[in-house]
């Protein structure tokens, strides 16, 4: 298993995200999580093989660590695009941009929340815009996970999410220019 292949080069997301970057974060992170899954899944299979709980429930934040980081980055490559195609204007989602309008406002007032939502992140995480479906509701919502958790929680599906790992930006940008490149990503 690798990483999904991307439905555009390395380079079609500059000046957003440099090409140093993705080569580095989807050629490289994101196969480093597959590869410690699938370790990690292969040595569960011997330790279930072989009776041994202590091994089995030793794995479990390894498999959760990892499944998550390969759960994570396949959903955030799906939400890239380059800025000049259609995908990237806010028309070719009518019915979300309408009830992005619904819940904040407008684009700009949810901007500010996600970026605020972001920034709040202590140490490691990623932001999601989420859609939350209980019962006969349906909203969207801004959540953060931590480390590499998956949105999990009952009703919630992630509609796109931020890495905000340092190894999404720390090449391309210094702690201080942090915040403009998040402005940028929304």
Excluded at 34 to 39: F, K, R, S
Excluded at 69 to 94: C, D, R, V
Excluded at 118 to 131: A, D, H
Excluded at 154 to 182: C, R, T
Aim: negative net charge; aromatic residues 8%.
């Amino acid at each position: 298993m690798g990483a999904p292949r991307l439905l555009w080069t390395w380079q079609a997301l500059e000046p957003h995200i440099s090409k140093q970057i993705m080569e580095l974060h989807h050629g490289k992170h994101h196969q480093t999580y597959i590869t410690n899954l699938n370790a990690a899944l292969k040595t569960q299979a011997e330790a279930v093989h072989a009776s041994d709980i202590t091994s089995q429930v030793s794995l479990q934040q390894g498999i959760k660590f990892n499944a998550g980081g390969h759960i994570n980055h396949s959903l955030f490559w799906q939400n890239l695009t380059p800025a000049s195609s259609p995908e990237a204007k806010s028309s070719a989602a009518p019915e979300l941009s309408k009830q992005i309008k619904s819940t904040w406002g407008d684009e700009d007032k949810f901007k500010e929340a996600f970026n605020a939502a972001l920034l709040s992140i202590q140490g490691s995480g990623w932001g999601w815009l989420i859609k939350v479906e209980t019962g006969k509701e349906q909203r969207l919502a801004i959540v953060t996970t931590k480390d590499q958790d998956p949105v999990v929680g009952k009703g919630e599906v992630p509609i796109f999410g931020v890495d905000m790992w340092e190894h999404a930006y720390y090449l391309q940008v210094s702690n201080p220019d942090f915040a403009i490149m998040a402005e940028g990503i929304c």
